[in-house]
């Protein structure tokens, strides 16, 4: 809430600027009146290392101006960088996980390969190409050129495990 003091500050304030810049205003027009006027040279401009007229820039019509009107504003000035790729699909379909058994001694998953055969395999075991690292309950981890990735057993659809 503004009290009547502030109203009062600020009124006198605001009466002293302008004040000054009426005080100011016959100082501003005096001093642009003593510039002096700006004159157009009408000779032709010569090349100072050989003497002869310097060259004009071409005319351009209107059509060449018109990238540039046409231009979005909105965005960079710069053409936008590559974008990163996302990473590159398996061109072989993945092997299923029927089931997995985890076993403190040694771990065991049951596959399902390209040609629909199921094998039963331990780590280091490979099926279609896919090397098998490792074994978890419920998934497995492949390799296949030296990238890994996990697959999962897929949920029941009936009802919950």
């Given amino acids: 809430m503004v009290s009547s003091r502030h109203l ?12 000054a810049c009426l005080a100011a205003a016959p100082y501003v027009f005096w001093r642009l009146s003593r510039v002096p006027p700006l004159t157009v040279d009408a000779s032709v401009p010569t090349d100072a290392s050989t003497g002869e007229p310097a060259s004009i820039p071409e005319q351009h019509d209107l059509t060449w101006y018109a990238p540039l009107w046409e231009r979005d504003l909105k965005q960079p000035p710069l053409p936008p960088m590559e974008e990163a790729k996302p990473a590159p699909t398996l061109t072989r379909p993945t092997p299923s996980v029927l089931a997995t058994f985890v076993q403190s001694e040694e771990s065991y998953a049951h596959l399902v390969g390209q040609a629909g055969k199921a094998e039963l395999l331990a780590v280091d075991d490979s099926l279609d190409g896919f090397r098998l690292t490792a074994i978890e309950p419920g998934r497995v981890q492949l390799e296949l ?8 057993m897929p949920q029941p659809k009936g009802g919950h495990p």
């Fill in 8 to 19: 009062r500050l600020l009124s006198r304030l605001l009466t002293g600027a302008a004040v």
């Fill in 145 to 152: 050129g030296g990238e890994r990735f996990w697959v999962e």
